[in-house]
């Protein structure tokens, strides 16, 4: 008999986990809190690295529909001082499929495929060591048993407080989002400036990067050292406001990035939490954590690829050992700890290097991982 499995989130590590268990014909039930796959913006882009998210998709058989979406011109990297001047101009080569970029959303839909989701299922509680597996209450009030229950939902999850106390901490950085639409035919400078890719500012203790995604849309990223509180009084409904208390902490850097900021929609509000690097927790039977439950790190483009991978990891282990599912459970996590720390040490060094007080770290970090 195969054991009742649910995976609750729907974002790549959820997904991946269980696509690849479907990819070995074993059943899964996914519980997504949002009540349809459009019910909100999907967000920015994502490059996968070969040997991880590019891993993972192959291990679910879906690598060859990923390189059809992808974007490998994505990879081109731009970097200018604030007055203007191009430090650096990384042009993507051709057939470098390193770390291609992919949409989020577009990501969502190769992985959603034929899985069954069970939307507007949002989890309250998860109550292991029941007579009759691990008890998930429904926020709707509803209740159901598995035989493992893995947390993959994200930041703030319901699910790592059934094995873990952590809680994420502020970063003491903060990132204001926006975006443009239809670039090429409206702002072809700008369109220029991004290029394939995605083009950086680094000031001091400030940082700003726009990075194209498909379809002539553009995502804005700005990212400086605030408190947490640096916001009170700001109603982020305003968009005016918004943008006003934006130019004003860049105030003299290059034209267009404040082009960028007077073309701006909507800005949305992101403070950076993270984990602590080394979160581990003490094995609990029929619950276990994936991706920003298990290891929320500073986004650097590593995070999604180890919920990925952990994800098809974990998913291929129990199909091939299906009558031992808590001695698989416990040896995964000791191996996700132990990348999870390593990864995380170098994001969270990483972040400090581009938001720094020494605009020089950030040019230096890019040296140091940009192909010569």
Avoid: C
Avoid at 147 to 152: E, P, R
Avoid at 346 to 363: F, I, K, N, Q, Y
Wanted: charged share 20%; glycine share 12%; net charge negative.
């Amino acid at each position: 008999m195969r054991q009742r499995i649910a995976v609750v989130g729907g974002g790549p590590a959820g997904l991946t986990f269980a696509r690849v268990l479907h990819h070995h014909d074993h059943p899964v039930t996914v519980l997504e809190r949002d009540p349809a796959p459009d019910a909100r913006p999907p967000g920015g882009t994502l490059d996968l690295h070969e040997g991880m998210g590019q891993l993972a998709l192959a291990k679910a058989g879906l690598l060859a529909e990923f390189q059809a979406l992808s974007r490998p011109e994505g990879q081109a990297m731009r970097i200018l001082d604030v007055d203007g001047t191009v430090l650096r101009d990384w042009p993507a080569r051709p057939d470098d499929r390193a770390h291609p970029e992919i949409d989020r959303g577009q990501l969502r839909d190769l992985l959603l495929g034929p899985l069954d989701v069970q939307w507007g299922r949002g989890v309250a509680e998860v109550v292991p060591g029941t007579g009759d597996g691990v008890l998930v209450r429904f926020a709707d009030g509803r209740e159901e048993t598995f035989d493992l229950v893995v947390g993959a939902d994200g930041a703030w999850s319901r699910v790592r407080r059934a094995v873990s106390p952590a809680t994420p901490h502020y970063t003491g950085i903060t990132l204001v989002e926006t975006s443009l639409d239809d670039v090429d035919t409206r702002h072809p400078g700008l369109a220029r400036l991004v290029g394939d890719g995605s083009v950086a500012v680094y000031g001091v203790n400030r940082a700003f990067v726009a990075q194209r995604n498909s379809g002539g849309h553009v995502k804005v990223y700005a990212q400086f050292r605030a408190p947490l509180d640096w916001h009170a009084g700001l109603d982020w409904a305003d968009a005016e406001a918004v943008r006003s208390s934006l130019l004003t902490l860049y105030d003299g850097w290059t034209a267009p990035v404040l082009d960028f900021l007077h073309h701006g929609t909507a800005f949305v509000h992101r403070p950076l939490y993270v984990l602590p690097v080394a979160h581990t927790w003490a094995h609990v039977p029929g619950v276990t954590l994936l991706g920003d439950a298990a290891h929320l790190m500073p986004p650097l483009g590593v995070g999604a690829n180890l919920a990925m991978l952990g994800g098809a990891e974990l998913a291929e282990a129990i199909a091939a050992a299906p009558g031992e599912l808590d001695e698989t459970v416990r040896a995964f996590e000791e191996r996700l700890w132990a990348r999870a720390a390593r990864w995380g040490q170098m994001a969270t060094a990483g972040l400090e290097r581009l938001v720094s007080p020494d605009p020089g770290e950030a040019l230096a970090l890019f040296d140091e991982v940009q192909p010569s």
